[in-house]
C-alpha cells in the first residue's frame, strides 16, 4: 500500500441550503463522496458561528484548568462516555502506541424512567468554566438537528423514504468530543495525535478540522489532507452505516498527524459530534445493497452490542 500523501478537490463540498433547492442534485453530490471518500465538507449546516465559538473558548477554558481538576471528572470503569478522559488513554484499534490528545464527552441527556437511560449515563459539567452546561447543551441539540438533516439526504441518495433514518437515530447514544492535541515540544516517537481509524457510529460531524492534520485514506491507499474552511463541517460514514448500506457508503480509515514544524507549538481543538442510532436499532444490510448470490458482508447486531465491542478495542472499556 502506498502512503504517498496528496491533496484534491474530490471531496465534495456542499451547502445544506442546496439541500431545500435541489435536493437530488445535494444527495447524489453528498452521497458519491461517500461512496468514494467516505467523506464529504457542508457549509450552511446552520450550527450559528456564535454557539461555535463561544464553545471552542469554552472547552480551551476546561483543558487549561490544572490535571488535578481535570481528573476530578475522570469516571473510573465508565468507558470515557462521559466527562474528562485524560490524555494517552485512548488508542486506535490495532495501534500500539496512544494517541496524543485529551477529550471531554457530552451525551444525551433522558429523563428518569427511559428505556435507554440503562445505556446513557448522566452528564458531567465542570463548576469551573462559567456557562458550561448551557452552551454545550446547546451544541449538542445543533449538532443533532444538523445530522438528522444530513441523513435525510443520504436516504434519498439510497432511494430510501427521506424520514426512514429521523426513528433510526431517535433518543440514540450519540456523543459530543470536545478535543484537545496539546502543542509537541518534544520527540513522540511512534505517537501521532490521532492514529489512523475508523469511526464507530453512523455519521461524524466535525467542527474544527481547519488546522491542519486531518487525512482520509483512499481506496488506492493514498493519504489525502482533509481541508475544510473555518466554520464548515466535515462528515464521514461511520461504521455501523457501512455495514447497514453493506459496504456502498464507506467507512474511511483517517487519522490526525502531527503538525509541521513551525505549527507544533500550537494546541490543535476540534469537536466531533458522533451520531448513533438508538441503541435497540438491528444493523443488518438493507434489501437491495447485497448482491443476487451473495451473503451481506456483516452478520446482524443491534446498536449497542456493537458499540461496546468496538469501545473494548480501543481501550475505553
Known amino acids: 500500500m502506498s502512503t504517498d500523501i496528496i491533496t484534491s478537490d474530490n471531496v465534495a ?27 464529504a465538507i457542508i457549509r450552511d449546516h446552520g450550527i450559528p458561528q456564535d454557539l461555535i465559538d463561544d464553545a471552542e473558548e469554552k472547552a480551551k477554558q476546561f483543558f487549561a484548568l490544572p490535571e488535578d481538576v481535570k481528573r476530578k471528572y475522570h469516571v473510573e470503569g465508565g468507558g470515557g462516555a462521559r466527562g474528562y478522559t ?33 445505556h446513557m449515563p448522566d452528564n458531567l459539567w465542570p463548576s469551573e468554566v462559567p456557562g458550561f452546561k448551557e452552551t454545550f447543551q446547546r ?36 456523543v459530543m468530543r470536545l478535543l484537545h492535541y496539546p502543542p509537541i515540544d518534544k520527540p513522540t516517537g511512534n505517537h501521532i495525535r490521532a492514529g489512523a481509524h475508523e469511526d464507530i457510529n453512523t455519521i461524524t460531524l466535525l467542527l474544527g478540522a481547519e488546522e491542519a ?15 475544510p474552511k473555518p466554520g464548515e463541517l466535515v462528515i464521514n460514514i461511520g461504521d455501523m452505516l457501512q455495514r447497514l448500506t453493506n459496504g456502498k457508503l464507506r467507512s474511511t480509515s483517517h487519522r490526525v498527524i502531527n503538525p509541521a514544524p513551525d505549527r507544533a507549538s500550537k494546541a490543535r481543538y476540534s469537536m466531533p459530534f458522533f451520531l448513533h442510532f438508538r441503541s435497540d436499532f438491528l444493523i443488518e444490510a438493507l434489501p437491495g445493497t447485497v448482491p443476487q448470490g451473495e451473503e451481506p458482508k456483516w452478520a446482524p447486531i443491534s446498536a449497542d452490542e456493537y458499540l461496546q465491542e468496538r469501545l473494548r478495542e480501543i481501550k475505553l472499556k
Do not use: C, M
Open 213 to 227: 492534520g486531518l487525512q482520509l485514506l483512499t481506496k488506492d491507499g493514498r493519504w489525502l489532507d482533509v481541508r
Open 139 to 174: 451544541l449538542y441539540a445543533a449538532f443533532d438537528e444538523a445530522g438528522v438533516k444530513i441523513l435525510r439526504a443520504v436516504a434519498r441518495f439510497l432511494k430510501l423514504d427521506e424520514e426512514f433514518f429521523t426513528d433510526t437515530v431517535r433518543d440514540g447514544n450519540s
Open 86 to 118: 485524560p490524555f494517552g488513554i485512548e488508542t486506535a484499534k490495532g495501534a500500539s502506541a496512544h494517541d496524543l490528545k485529551e477529550f471531554w464527552h457530552v451525551g444525551r441527556d433522558l429523563p428518569e424512567g427511559h428505556r435507554f437511560r440503562g
Open 13 to 39: 463540498s456542499v451547502s445544506l441550503k442546496d439541500a431545500d433547492t435541489d435536493p437530488k442534485a445535494f444527495s447524489d453530490e453528498l452521497g458519491h463522496s461517500f461512496v468514494d471518500y467516505g467523506f
